[in-house]
């Protein structure tokens, strides 16, 4: 998925809710997710401390992440098969939540790993 600079900037400033929702259909249509990699995966935190793993739907909105605390990284894709089968349920497992898709001004959506693989799962049954 190749992202101009004016969907960019549009989706960017959708609210978290819609940009949740837009992540959910373009990763049910494009089957891969894009996390923000160096040395290991970048991480963020919810404010009560508990541990988030940042993911976007296209290359480019990570790359725009990749700044602050994140400099350095390199968007990094991992197929929608390995997110379902194998980083959810590690997520679960350690207590991390998903962080779905943050910007630069917002931290992104944190549902429970329950709640996001139930959405994508009924975004993939339409397909």
Known sequence: MKVSHKQLSA??????????????????????????????WALAATDDGVPVFPLWPAKEY?????????????????SLDDLMRV??????SDAVLPGVFPTPTSRGVTPSVEEFMLALEAQLEQY
């Open 11 to 40: 989706v960017l400033e959708l609210s978290g809710q819609q940009r949740l929702e837009y992540f959910v259909k373009v990763v049910a249509d494009w089957q891969e997710v894009w996390g923000l990699y160096l040395d290991g």
């Open 62 to 78: 990570a790359q725009v992440c990749a700044e602050g605390e994140w400099k350095g990284y390199e968007p990094r894709s991992i």
């Open 87 to 92: 980083l959810l349920p590690k997520l679960r």
